[in-house]
């Protein structure tokens, strides 16, 4: 009688059907009825939260010991498992309402992983658990050093406020030179993501063509700014004519081709 369920209410004390039996028309069941048995989870949730709540508490209790001896033997296999755990792609539902506006989260097309735009560039991207945990406690703590999500170490490295508390890095009163984010995001996102120089995807830049000082009613005019790699951006200050950072004199588009 052993490949037979007990049921109390049974003459013999058994089901009439096989666990194998049982088991097959389980099966077909979750596969043929998915929406019908997520609906009955959903009522019976509802219906009993209380219930739920009451037996989590007794169970997290229960087992606070066994959970405690095991963290201590396996200290290793933990800390790979957040290793690994950390490196996988953050989920949209698990981490939509924990991020702000600057984030502007939305779900990716796989339909799992969690989409952010990137601080610097304005690029959506998928960012890592480890990422999303790391933004989240800067959200809820009072340090006040920003650390937002980035879509690449050059985004990182070029942007003027990663890891900052109060100032931009090479913040100099009244003359910082960094574009408004909206304009760079804007311009980078005319170009492709693309250095106009080199083709280069990497450590970009929003480079205007005229420099503030001789139009400053424009710049913040997209057709007036251009986007470069940190190198090609460096370049053209040092060896182009009349666009030194000690002049400041814009330069001609033909460089570019």
């Not at 735009?117 to 800067?138: D, E, F, S, V």
Request: charged share 35%; hydrophobic share 20%.
């Amino acid at each position: 009688m052993d490949e037979f369920h007990k049921n109390k209410n049974a003459k013999d004390g058994h089901r009439n059907e096989c666990k194998e039996c049982v088991k097959e028309y389980q099966k077909k069941y979750r596969k043929n009825s998915p929406d019908k048995i997520k609906e009955t989870g959903k009522q019976y949730r509802r219906k009993n939260k209380e219930k739920i709540l009451e037996n989590g508490k007794k169970y997290y209790e229960n087992t606070k010991c066994k959970r405690k001896e095991y963290a201590e033997n396996n200290k290793g296999k933990i800390k790979e498992y957040k290793k690994i755990n950390n490196n996988f792609n953050a989920k949209y539902e698990s981490n939509k309402d924990k991020l702000t506006i600057d984030e502007s989260p939305r779900l990716n097309e796989d339909g799992i992983s969690l989409e952010v735009k990137c601080r610097y560039c304005g690029k959506y991207h998928i960012p890592t658990n480890l990422q999303i945990k790391n933004r989240i406690q800067a959200l809820n703590s009072k340090s006040g050093r920003e650390n937002g999500l980035y879509c690449s170490d050059g985004c990182k490295e070029s942007c003027p406020i990663y890891n900052q508390r109060l100032w931009p890095k090479g913040f100099k009163t009244a003359t910082s030179r960094e574009v408004q984010p909206e304009l760079r995001q804007m311009v980078l996102l005319r170009d492709n993501y693309e250095c106009q120089k080199c083709g280069s995807t990497e450590s970009l830049h929003c480079h205007h063509i005229w420099p503030l000082n001789e139009s400053p009613i424009t710049s913040a005019d997209v057709g007036e700014c251009v986007t470069l790699c940190k190198s090609c951006h460096k370049e053209i200050h040092m060896n182009v004519p009349g666009c030194s950072y000690g002049e400041m004199r814009g330069y001609d588009c033909d460089i570019l081709t």
